[in-house]
C-alpha cells in the first residue's frame, strides 16, 4: 500500500491556473475511476473538492476540476485566489480493498 | 446537517489499548460505508480502515492490520474503532469520515473535527 505521488508543493500567482498531479498504479488510480481531491487548511478538517474523478460536489467552485489520464490522477484550479492557498490531497480506490492518500501538496498563491 | 463526533481519544502507554467512538447524525447512517483516517503531528493524511454499510465489508492500511478493528453498530448511529498494542507511531489526530452509499469504493464526503491520540511513555 504505497502512498499515491504528489509534488509537495506547487505555487502560482492570482488569476493563473495551476495543475496538482496524483500518480499511482494500474492497481489503484489506473484501475479505478474512484479518484478524489481534499482541501485542507491549517488545523481545520479536509473538505472534498473533487470525487469519481471529475465530480464536484454541490457548493464547491467550478474553478476546481479533476481529471485522469492512465495511472495518473490531476486537480486544476484555475483563476487562482488567495484563499486557495491550502494542503491538497488526492485519494484512491485500491484493489487491495482499502484506499490509500497521497502525499500532500502545498499550494502557495504568491 | 451531517455531524460526525469523535470521542475516546487519549495519552496512553506503548503496548496497551484504546477504543475510539465516533456519533453519527443527520443522515441514514446504516446506508452509508465509514472509515477512519488519521493525521500525525505536521503529516499528511493516512487512511486507517473502512466498514460498508451492513459490516460485510471491511479494509485496514498494512500499518494496523491485526492490530485495530473497526466495527459500526447500526442501531446506534455509531462507529468504533478499537486499538490496541499501540505504538509510538500511531500518534496522530482520528477522524471518523462518512463514506459512500453502501460500499467503501466510493469517495469519502463528510469529515468530523477529530480525536487526538497520544501513544507515550
Known amino acids: 500500500q504505497s502512498a499515491l505521488t504528489q509534488p509537495a508543493s506547487v505555487s502560482g500567482s492570482p488569476g493563473q491556473s495551476i495543475t496538482i498531479s496524483c500518480t499511482g498504479t494500474?492497481?489503484?488510480?489506473?484501475?479505478?475511476?474512484?479518484v478524489s481531491w481534499y482541501q485542507q487548511y491549517p488545523g481545520k478538517a479536509p473538505k472534498l473538492m473533487i470525487y469519481d474523478v471529475s465530480n464536484r460536489p454541490s457548493g464547491v467552485s467550478n474553478r476546481f476540476s479533476g481529471s485522469k489520464s492512465g495511472n495518473a490522477a490531476s486537480l486544476t484550479i484555475s483563476g487562482l485566489q488567495a484563499e486557495d492557498e491550502a494542503d491538497y490531497y488526492c485519494n484512491s480506490y485500491t484493489s487491495s480493498n482499502t484506499r490509500v492518500f497521497g502525499g500532500g501538496t502545498k499550494l502557495t498563491v504568491l | 446537517e451531517v455531524q460526525l463526533v469523535e470521542s475516546g481519544g487519549d495519552l496512553v502507554q506503548p503496548g496497551r489499548s484504546l477504543r475510539l467512538s465516533c456519533a453519527a447524525s443527520g443522515f441514514t447512517f446504516d446506508d452509508y460505508a465509514m472509515h477512519w483516517v488519521r493525521q500525525a503531528p505536521g503529516k499528511g493524511l493516512e487512511w486507517v480502515s473502512g466498514i460498508s454499510w451492513n459490516s460485510g465489508r471491511i479494509g485496514y492500511a498494512d500499518s494496523v492490520k491485526g492490530r485495530f478493528t473497526i466495527s459500526r453498530d447500526n442501531a446506534k448511529n455509531s462507529l468504533y474503532l478499537q486499538m490496541s498494542s499501540l505504538r509510538a507511531e500511531d500518534t496522530a489526530l482520528y477522524y471518523c469520515?462518512?463514506?459512500?452509499?453502501?460500499?467503501?469504493?466510493?469517495?469519502?464526503?463528510?469529515w468530523g473535527k477529530g480525536t487526538t491520540v497520544t501513544v507515550s511513555s
Open positions: 469520515v462518512k463514506g459512500g452509499f453502501g460500499d467503501f469504493y466510493y469517495h469519502m464526503d463528510v
Open positions: 494500474n492497481s489503484d488510480v489506473g484501475g479505478y475511476n474512484y
